[in-house]
Nanobody, 126 residues
């Protein structure tokens, strides 16, 4: 069982920045694929970014160049630095983990993540 706890959401104006954090339990955090998925009202859940065991990172086209995912394995924590925020980034942001063998084709599939945090609200005003 893996528990994930997000923090760092809030209300900001367009162009500002936020950093989300996600603290994970589990003894093999360094092997997990860690992802951020967001869910805006009236929209489907959307893959945002992922960090894999080798240090590789992957992003949705909509956030590439603005968001940065990173991880600290010693602290079992993954971060999402969000810069140049836009009103379209408004959503509940979930931290999620894939704990099995790394499958590249499943990296961007939000339904393939095994464990989820409770979510943190990010609201960007225009």
């Amino acid at each position: 069982q893996v528990q994930l706890v997000e923090s760092g959401g809030g209300l900001v104006q367009a162009g500002e920045s936020l950093r989300l954090s996600c603290l994970a339990s589990g003894r093999t955090f360094s092997s997990y694929t860690m992802g951020w998925i967001r869910h805006a009202p009236g929209k489907e859940r959307e893959f945002v970014a992922a960090s894999i065991w080798s240090g590789g990172t992957y992003y949705a086209d909509s956030v590439k160049g603005r968001f940065t995912i990173s991880r600290d394995n010693a602290k079992a924590t993954v971060y999402l630095q969000m810069n140049s925020l836009k009103p379209d980034d408004t959503a509940v942001y979930y931290c999620a983990a894939q704990v099995g063998w790394y499958v590249p084709s499943e990296l961007r599939a939000w339904m393939k993540y095994d464990y989820w945090g409770q979510g943190t609200q990010v609201t960007v005003s225009s």
